[in-house]
């Protein structure tokens, strides 16, 4: 059954408004990532093996797309601040030019972010960008993969999206989990964590 419009369903994963950590507690598969310095540490995430907040966005054209449906294959799922923006959209391109490659892997990739989905349509239309971009306007989602919150950039306190991305499993279970990762070279990086590159 298709849920409500920025419906959320937190399963067992942790939720909340805090900021997560920026490096791993514990280095080690699923968790090392592009990670930025000036990241503020919270001792909140969703970790490897943690169910995926299962949620029901709309995407650029107002169409409802459902973690839930994409089940039975893994998908990439990665917030980012805003559409239009320099940072966003270097990130955004990198997904866009290695798609091939991720679709003949089996992996479908997701972007979510608080825009409206009039904005999302015009990055979409502007970049050529060929996966779905997912408006999450009441930040019920982003809080609940921890990917807003507190974060400290430049020596300044703020409250905004953290820059994260997560690689949901077959089964529906958290398989990687980055936090503040940098905008340029993450995708590379998740690419060659992946194996899709050497």
Known sequence: MIAKKNSFRPGAGPGGSAEHAVMPAAAGPGTVGTYRRDVHVSDVRLEPGDPAPDFTLPDADGGQVSLSSLRGQRVIIYF?????????????????????????????????????????AKFRDRDGLTFPLLSDSDRTVLKAYGAYGEKMLYGKKSVGVIRSTFVVGADGAIEHAYYGVKATGHVARLRKELGLIS
Do not use: E, H, N, W
């Not at 391109?93 to 992996?107: E, P, Q, V, W």
């Open 80 to 120: 980012y601040p805003a559409a239009m923006t320099p940072g966003c959209t270097k990130q955004a391109c990198d997904f866009r030019d290695s798609k091939t490659d991720l679709s003949d892997a089996g992996f479908a990739v997701l972007g979510i972010s608080p825009d409206s989905p009039a904005k999302l």
